[in-house]
C-alpha cells in the first residue's frame, strides 16, 4: 500500500489570498488530503501540490469576479474553483452543482464545516437543472470538459449579460479558437482570454471569459428555459 502523500505547510501568499479565511482554506486543504483521497475525489500525487496548483489557482479567480454577483460553480468536484472562491469572497452567492453523490455529500461537509453560509450544494447535471435553478451572473468551471462541451452545459444556466469564467491550461487560445463556432450559437457575444494571480501562483492562472448577450444558449436554449419555466409554474399551481 503506498504511505500518502504529506500536505505541505501553506505558503505565505496564502494568507494574504484568505485573509481572514485563512484557517479555513489551512482546514480544506487537509480535507482535500485526507477525505478528498481516501474517497477519490483527488488524486494522491496532487497533495504535495494542493496550494499552489489547487487553492490557490483557483482563489485567483476572485480578482476577475464582479462584486456581490450570483455564481454557479459546474462539474464542481471536491470544490474547485468554488469552494477557494467562497473563502475570499464572501460578497457570492455561490451555487456548487455536481452530479456525483460521492462528491455532493463531500462539499455539503466542507459546506457546513466551514460555515459557509453563502454557499448552496445542488446535485444535478448542468443540463438537467435549467430552468430549476435561477439564472446566474457568471458560471465559473476547472478541469470540467473541453470548451466547446463546457459551454453547451454552461452559458444556458447565466442570465442575460452574463459571463463564464473556465479556468484553463496552456490549450485555452487553441480551445476558443476551436469553439469559436459554437460559441456564436450559444449567444456568446464576446471572448478573451485573461491571466491572474500575479504575485501569487507561477505560472499564472488562465481564465477563459465567455461573455453573452441577451439571450444565453441561444435561441435552442431559450426555448427550453421557457418550457422549463412554465412547468414549473404548472407545478407550483398544483
Not at 114 to 125: E, K, P, S, Y
Not at 152 to 173: C, F, S, V
Request: proline share 6%; net charge neutral; aromatic share 4%.
Amino acid at each position: 500500500m503506498t504511505e500518502a502523500a504529506e500536505l505541505p505547510p501553506a505558503p505565505e501568499q496564502a494568507r494574504d489570498v484568505f485573509g481572514d479565511r485563512f484557517s479555513d482554506a489551512v482546514r480544506y486543504a487537509e480535507l482535500l488530503a485526507e477525505a478528498g483521497v481516501q474517497r477519490g475525489l483527488i488524486g494522491p500525487r496532487e497533495v504535495p501540490r494542493l496550494w499552489e496548483r489547487h487553492l490557490l489557482n483557483c482563489a485567483v479567480l476572485s480578482e476577475v469576479v464582479p462584486e456581490g454577483v450570483t455564481v454557479c460553480d459546474v462539474g464542481s468536484g471536491a470544490g474547485l474553483p468554488g469552494i477557494p472562491l467562497a473563502l475570499v469572497r464572501e460578497d457570492l452567492k455561490i451555487t456548487l452543482l455536481e452530479p456525483l453523490l460521492r462528491r455532493t455529500t463531500f462539499l455539503t461537509e466542507v459546506v457546513e464545516l466551514l460555515g459557509l453560509d453563502h454557499v448552496t450544494v445542488v446535485r444535478g447535471r448542468a443540463e438537467e437543472v435549467m430552468g430549476k435553478l435561477t439564472p446566474v451572473h457568471v458560471v465559473t468551471a476547472r478541469a470540467v470538459a473541453p470548451l466547446d462541451r463546457l459551454a453547451t452545459w454552461g452559458i444556458p444556466l447565466l442570465r442575460p449579460y452574463g459571463e463564464m469564467l473556465a479556468l484553463k491550461g496552456d490549450t485555452a487560445e487553441e480551445e476558443l479558437k476551436s469553439a469559436a463556432t459554437a460559441l456564436s450559437k450559444l449567444g456568446a457575444v464576446e471572448t478573451s482570454i485573461l491571466h491572474v494571480g500575479e504575485g501569487v501562483v507561477d505560472p499564472l492562472s488562465t481564465v477563459v471569459r465567455v461573455e453573452v448577450g441577451e439571450s444565453p444558449g441561444g435561441v435552442r436554449f431559450a426555448a427550453k428555459r421557457a418550457k422549463a419555466a412554465r412547468t414549473g409554474r404548472t407545478r407550483r399551481r398544483r
